[in-house]
């Protein structure tokens, strides 16, 4: 009876130091700074970056024929009339508009070409990816401007077993190359429209929500 005791109350003092230990990490998780519900000035984003599976409109002018609507394939090229495997995945529009200018010269005197992404998925670094407790874990593309609260629409909030203030975000210094960890407040966010909890977010970021343990 007493061994049954003894190991109950192992495992209660090893919960309770586990719950300390993550409480402490969270702590020293630096806080981003907050982002009002609307931006008071609409900034433009960073030239967008063409990824898999988006949907381009190709416009040559005065050769309808060499015009045409694709889809970036998975291995980031596409076809399109007397162009065969053109890579695409990486370039901006104007990018990708220069370089088919370039290999239609072959065939059309100066042509003029324009590129417009009409369904867009962005590069997995223009995205935002909200993983663990959340009604439906997503990668969703970055719009300029786009918040904390803002992705948290987009997959339908926390799930009932939600531990929200114990979330982070992870984010890529694309200058340095180092990686950092934000402490997030979600549950504040959302369930006590604590506008100090929405945090301006950038492309690449990844939103963790962890369980709680009880």
């Given at each position: 009876m007493r061994s049954g005791v003894a190991v109950r109350s192992l495992l209660i003092a090893g919960l309770a130091a586990s719950t300390l230990s993550a409480c402490a990490s969270d702590g020293n998780r630096p806080q981003l700074p907050p982002a009002s519900y609307v931006?008071?000035?609409?900034?433009?984003?960073?030239?967008?970056?063409?990824?898999?599976?988006?949907?381009?409109?190709?416009?040559?002018?005065r050769n309808p024929e060499l015009s045409a609507k694709v889809q970036v394939r998975p291995d980031g090229r596409i076809t399109t009339p007397l162009i065969n495997d053109m890579p695409a995945v990486g370039k901006t529009p104007s990018m990708l508009a220069a370089d088919m200018k370039a290999a239609l010269g072959d065939y059309v005197k100066d042509p003029i070409v324009s590129v417009i992404v009409e369904n867009f998925s962005g590069t997995y670094s223009q995205q935002v990816r909200i993983i663990g407790a959340t009604e439906k874990p997503a990668s969703?593309?970055?719009?300029?401007?786009?918040?904390?609260?803002?992705?948290?629409?987009?997959?339908?909030?926390?799930?009932?077993?939600?531990?929200?203030?114990?979330?982070?975000?992870?984010?890529?210094?694309?200058?340095?190359?180092?990686?950092?960890?934000?402490?997030?407040?979600?549950?504040?966010?959302?369930?006590?429209?604590?506008?100090?909890?929405n945090v301006g977010l950038q492309p690449g970021d990844v939103i963790i929500i962890p369980e709680s343990m009880f």
């Open positions: 931006a008071s000035k609409e900034q433009p984003g960073e030239e967008y970056v063409i990824g898999p599976l988006d949907q381009l409109n190709i416009f040559v002018w969703i593309p970055y719009r300029a401007n786009m918040t904390l609260l803002d992705a948290m629409i987009a997959v339908g909030g926390l799930n009932q077993y939600a531990a929200g203030n114990k979330a982070k975000l992870v984010r890529h210094d694309r200058k340095t190359g180092e990686q950092h960890e934000y402490r997030l407040q979600i549950a504040d966010l959302l369930k006590k429209g604590d506008s100090s909890a």
